[in-house]
């Protein structure tokens, strides 16, 4: 999903440093980066960059190579003329990386000086109206080697979401103001286009799948789920609907989409809540009520976790254990499903006329994220806590979450700020990146 980042990485010093600690850095770095990072395309020139001509040279190969973030890590003291040039001929961001200094040994030089010279061309950089990061600690440090993983994460997102289009699959439900979106702003603050696709399409494409394809598939489903209380053809119905949506999704070569899950598709007997939740396993994300900033929330999750997010409704709390009850109609991807709690392939939980899958939810760390359009800006609240290992309690996909913060005045902040009532939870540790890539796209952040 989306382009690879292309990465520079370049390790600098100023002609009089030793050469010897540089270039240990420049092998340590190159490997830790292509280690912890192997999905970015990395571009590093194989030498310890001094002279004009050869920082010439490496910009020139970053060029070449549609470089989008450039890395400079210190080998020794670099005098501000490098990091100049960078900013001069190459309109990406920049990094300045100062590891910790070697041990000091009270008859020895100093070996690097990194972080004084960070912070004089920070300055100078400064002085001359360019912008950069800067890092100070050593790649296993979280503040150094973990920030430098989630910048470079969070312009990976930036650089995905810019030029992806977004399907709308219909328009939005019945009296369902909060499903509207500001296709404007989309476009100003994620680079993302919108087309469209009327839902007669889906139904025209189900009626023309070979039968074959529609009979594969329905074995394939019969195969990984208890289907015995779905109505008479509701299960073909289920594998024309998935099948017509992948097409769809492929033809108009949708990136993303959201759809108007009801109450047409409810007439045609094809409430697709399960069928989403397979498409989500298989990377593609189809919101379900139309709901275009829930989908560019779960795709934000996915870029940076590859792991399926779940979108669903707050239904409840319990202060006494301090839980959030999060629910849908069965719109949660398989693997998201509970090892111990079978689920099943059901009819849909409220309104029937379609799929769902009934399952409780597994336990482990989950970040709660919603990008909400207040007042023709976007802002993203972030939340976190623990899903519980807890049975289903009503039908649908559901699980109960032990917050972080006390529910109650979560609660009361998230309807004080007008936040929709879809909430994108995935089983992912991911705040911190979530939050950084918002603040590298212009997003204030809502920590709740």
Not at 27 to 56: C, D, F, S
Not at 69 to 75: A, I, K, L, Q, T
Not at 360 to 388: C, F, S, W
């Amino acid at each position: 999903m989306g382009q690879k980042l292309n990465v520079g990485l370049m390790v600098t010093k100023s002609g009089r440093w030793p050469q010897e600690l540089p270039q240990q850095r420049l092998e340590e770095y190159a490997q830790w980066a292509r280690g912890k990072m192997p999905h970015m395309n990395w571009i590093i020139p194989g030498h310890v960059l001094t002279t004009p001509e050869e920082v010439q040279s490496a910009i020139d190969q970053f060029r070449a190579a549609l470089t989008d973030v450039v890395v400079m890590v210190y080998g020794a003291f670099t005098a501000d003329d490098i990091a100049a040039a960078v900013c001069q001929h190459m309109d990406v961001p920049l990094i300045l990386w100062a590891p910790h200094e070697p041990p000091f040994h009270p008859e020895e030089r100093l070996w690097a000086n990194a972080l004084c010279a960070m912070m004089m061309n920070a300055s100078s950089l400064r002085r001359l109206g360019y912008a950069c990061h800067t890092i100070y600690g050593d790649p296993g440090e979280d503040a150094a080697g973990g920030q430098v993983i989630r910048l470079l994460q969070g312009y990976g997102v930036r650089k995905a979401l810019s030029g992806m289009r977004i399907g709308l699959i219909g328009y939005r439900p019945t009296n369902y103001y909060v499903s509207t979106f500001d296709e404007a702003a989309i476009r100003h603050t994620f680079g993302m286009t919108m087309n469209s696709t009327d839902l007669q399409v889906i139904r025209e494409t189900m009626d023309t799948l070979p039968w074959e394809d529609v009979a594969q598939d329905m074995q394939a489903v019969q195969d990984a789920w208890d289907t015995h209380q779905l109505p008479e053809g509701h299960l073909e119905l289920h594998s024309r609907s998935y099948l017509a949506i992948r097409r769809v999704m492929a033809e108009a070569r949708y990136d993303l989409a959201a759809i108007k899950c009801w109450p047409e598709m409810t007439a045609m007997h094809i409430q697709p809540c399960a069928v989403l939740g397979r498409l989500l396993s298989q990377g593609i994300t189809v919101a379900c009520e139309s709901d275009v900033d829930a989908a560019i929330t779960q795709v934000m999750e996915q870029l940076l976790t590859a792991q399926p997010p779940f979108i669903a409704d707050l239904i409840d709390l319990d202060e006494a254990e301090n839980t959030f009850t999060f629910w849908h109609c069965g719109n949660a991807a398989p693997e998201l499903h509970s090892a111990k709690y079978p689920c099943r392939l059901c009819n849909h939980p409220l309104i029937g006329q379609g799929s769902a899958f009934w399952t409780a939810l597994k336990p482990g760390r989950v970040t709660i994220a919603r990008l909400h359009n207040d007042q023709g800006a976007y802002q993203l609240v972030l939340m976190d806590g623990e899903a519980l290992d807890r049975d289903r309690t009503t039908r649908g996909a559901m699980c109960q979450v032990q917050m972080d913060h006390p529910v109650r005045p979560t609660l009361e902040a998230l309807l004080s700020r007008g936040i929709p009532h879809h909430y994108v939870l995935v089983w992912a540790d991911c705040r911190a990146a979530l939050k950084q890539t918002a603040q590298l796209m212009h997003i204030p952040v809502v920590e709740l």
